[in-house]
């Protein structure tokens, strides 16, 4: 028999259809078009110490308790080769980043600004709606958006609801123009009913089921309506089945149920000739990005161990995602919280950590012991190694001493369909010190991802905004 070979390897990962319930539709192709790099699943049994004295030093064998899966991989950034969501966007959603459909509208200056993320603006005359997606200041020409409400058009003045910034379009925001990962705080699920129309805080019950959840939102009103609801029992709804609002009553029937925020994964990895599979799966993910080079997002999940069996190979699989971009052309911009203008930092290199804490949900009713693992906090945590520079030029031990955010923005690639802006908007620095690149002086720059100066009111839509991703289509 030829030896496993550690290039020979597979990885495949589907969302749930329930929290932490093996989904054997990952078994398939058609869930492994990943390119991976130094990808590995690890189990771990901890050993309980029984204890047990008897006449003779030597003890008895400890016993095998709750059964843990660990999944670590690499992956590209790299678009789509028909600009839809990235293969790796389920990574990304199981990370606790929620994946928008974006919006472009071309826009004149920004006056009073800048918009801030995830704040409502809303157009003069037509009252449309639409929420902005990353931080767009006074000099920009293009701002993104999502949720869009209404029919608006491309010439009336659009209103930062929280800022107060406005800017009259060129363009409406009619064509899709790529996708955004923004972080969310908890799971839930979607799930489209018929009938009469609830409230957002209301209970709803699945009468199959037994799935009892809180809605949060409302995306659309009346019969076939959908609403988001966080489910609080070890549970979900089921379609067909009948839902029932605590104030509302019955608003009929469930369908199109589908994890939205925070999804968990089950994960398989083919090890040439022996398959690891781990459910209930979420993670934390980094990215590192340096001149010249591809940019590298890293992952690291954990769940409970799931199956592990002998079997082929998958195969068939055709993998959908472009050539990576490298690191050039970046548009570097580097700024300061209530200073105009931007620094076009000279940086070779970036690392940025999501800084995720993840947590077993202990469930002795489950057969692992874990029903799933959570994302309980954050702490996001980058650094980046611009040249030396004047204070005048950009004050970043100044910036540092006086507890001044600022923030980050980057780009990767320059071509449609295969380009990523990254901007962390509520930047600080927590270290300075002195580096050499080359015989080149730099300045190692350690920061945190936050949501920004709570003191500033054109903040208060940045409640979850440490570290936004937006992929351009068109």
Not at 20 to 27: A, F, Q, S
């Amino acid at each position: 028999m030829s030896g496993s070979l550690s290039n020979r390897l597979v990885l495949a990962a589907k969302i749930e259809d329930t929290p932490g319930t093996l989904d054997t539709g990952v078994y398939s192709a058609t869930h492994a078009k990943h390119q991976i790099i130094d990808a590995r699943m690890a189990f771990d049994f901890p050993t309980v110490d029984r204890r047990i004295k008897r006449s003779t030093l030597t003890p008895v064998p400890g016993l095998s308790g709750r059964r843990d899966a660990r999944c670590t991989f690499s992956i590209e950034e790299t678009g789509h080769s028909s600009s839809t969501e990235p293969t790796w966007s389920k990574f990304m959603k199981a990370c606790g980043y929620r994946a928008e459909t974006l919006y472009k509208v071309t826009i004149g200056a920004v006056t009073g600004g800048p918009f801030r993320h995830g704040e409502t603006i809303t157009q003069t005359s037509t009252g449309a709606t639409a929420k902005v997606f990353m931080d767009t200041y006074t000099g920009t020409t293009t701002i993104y958006v999502y949720d869009v409400v209404g029919i608006e058009n491309n010439s009336n003045i659009w209103t930062g609801g929280t800022s107060g910034a406005t800017a009259t379009p060129s363009t409406d925001a009619s064509t899709a123009a790529g996708f955004g990962w923004r972080p969310v705080d908890f799971d839930t699920v979607t799930v489209t009913y018929s009938g009469s129309n609830p409230s957002a805080g209301e209970v709803v019950t699945g009468g199959t089921s037994g799935a009892i959840g809180v809605i949060e939102t409302i995306s659309t009103a009346g019969a076939g309506g959908t609403a988001k609801i966080r489910v609080r029992n070890a549970r979900q709804y089921s379609s067909g089945e009948t839902l029932t609002a605590s104030t509302t009553g019955s608003i009929g029937t469930a369908s199109a149920i589908a994890q939205e925020d925070m999804p968990t994964l089950t994960m398989a990895i083919y090890e040439d000739g022996k398959r690891k599979v781990g459910i209930g799966m979420r993670g934390t993910f980094s990215i590192a990005a340096r001149v010249g080079e591809p940019t590298i997002l890293s992952f690291d999940f954990q769940g409970a161990y799931g199956d592990v069996t002998d079997t082929t190979q998958l195969t068939g699989i055709t993998f959908e995602d472009e050539i990576p971009p490298t690191l050039l052309g970046a548009s570097t911009e580097l700024r300061t919280e209530g200073t105009v203008g931007s620094y076009a930092s000279r940086f070779a290199s970036v690392s940025i950590s999501a800084g995720n804490t993840l947590a077993a949900r202990e469930d002795a009713s489950a057969t692992s012991g874990v029903r799933e693992y959570m994302i309980v906090g954050r702490a996001g945590t980058g650094s980046i190694d611009p040249e030396a520079d004047l204070e005048s030029s950009y004050p970043s031990i100044g910036n540092h001493r006086d507890n001044k955010v600022g923030s980050l923005k980057f780009t990767n690639g320059s071509t449609l369909g295969n380009q990523f802006v990254h901007q962390i908007p509520g930047l600080r620095i927590t270290g300075v010190s002195v580096g050499d690149r080359n015989g080149i002086r730099t300045e190692e720059l350690g920061f945190q991802l936050t949501g920004g100066a709570m003191a500033n009111v054109g903040d208060s839509p940045n409640e979850r905004n440490d570290l936004l991703i937006a992929y351009i289509t068109a």
